[in-house]
T-cell receptor, first 112, second 113 residues
Framework: AQSVSQHNHHVILSEAASLELGCNYS??????LFWYVQYPGQHLQLLLK??????LVKGIKGFEAEFIKSKFSFNLRKPSVQWSDTAEYFC??????????FGPGTRLSVLP | DTAVSQTPKYLVTQMGNDKSIKCEQN?????MYWYKQDSKKFLKIMFS???????INETVPNRFSPKSPDKAHLNLHINSLELGDSAVYFC????????????FGPGTRLTVT
């Protein structure tokens, strides 16, 4: 069965620090990859997605992610975090509409 | 303007009751989903419908029954509610354009007492 793991359960950073959240998936075929963000008390919103093409994907709010197929990884990065980035971040994968799997989430706390 | 809406936002009920959560999307998407998010924020897909047809049905107690009257609506009916059903339930929809990017509703926080 397909699975998604996220390296950190809780990350605490100071404002302006750089961020990298790890995500690995297990599936040998072609996949679509996503990062979603859930701000406190809100619904999930798409940050970015990889569907095909350039493995370096840029999303909203200065986030980017790199798909490394050989490592089955899709790590999320941001060069300088803000207090407003405090949220839960979910990595997710599907393979053409099947096997929708979300990672367990990483809670990011940014200290002002 | 709301893309994916759910009602109610909060639902508090007693064990053994039957309740429904409604979901509507105005994005013109063909596919809709129900997810359950537990207290540890873990998200798990429950069901998926495409054009009113069930296409994903994960291991979920048969007390949970989705109903899709049309492709813009996917309701979730829960019979004989149990304490363990307490969670946030999210509805989502997507296109079938290849990426299956999902748009989520605001969630329904269900508390069973």
């Amino acid at each position: 069965a397909q699975s998604v793991s996220q390296h950190n359960h809780h990350v605490i950073l100071s404002e302006a620090a750089s961020l990298e959240l790890g995500c690995n998936y297990s599936y040998g075929g072609t996949v679509n990859l996503f990062w979603y963000v859930q701000y406190p008390g809100q619904h999930l919103q798409l940050l970015l997605k990889y569907f095909s093409g350039d493995p370096l994907v840029k999303g909203i709010k200065g986030f980017e992610a790199e798909f490394i197929k050989s490592k089955f990884s899709f790590n999320l990065r941001k060069p300088s975090v803000q207090w407003s980035d405090t949220a839960e971040y979910f990595c997710a994968v599907n393979n053409y509409g099947q096997n929708f799997v979300f990672g367990p989430g990483t809670r990011l706390s940014v200290l002002p | 303007d709301t893309a994916v809406s759910q009602t109610p936002k909060y639902l508090v009920t007693q064990m053994g009751n039957d309740k429904s959560i409604k979901c509507e999307q105005n994005l013109g998407h063909d596919t809709m989903y129900w997810y359950k998010q537990d207290s540890k924020k873990f998200l798990k897909i429950m069901f998926s419908y495409n054009n009113k047809e069930l296409i994903i049905n994960e291991t979920v107690p048969n007390r949970f029954s989705p109903k899709s009257p049309d492709k813009a609506h996917l309701n979730l009916h829960i019979n004989s509610l149990e304490l363990g059903d307490s969670a946030v339930y999210f509805c989502a929809s997507s296109t079938r354009d290849g990426s299956y990017e999902q748009y989520f509703g605001p969630g329904t926080r269900l508390t069973v007492t």
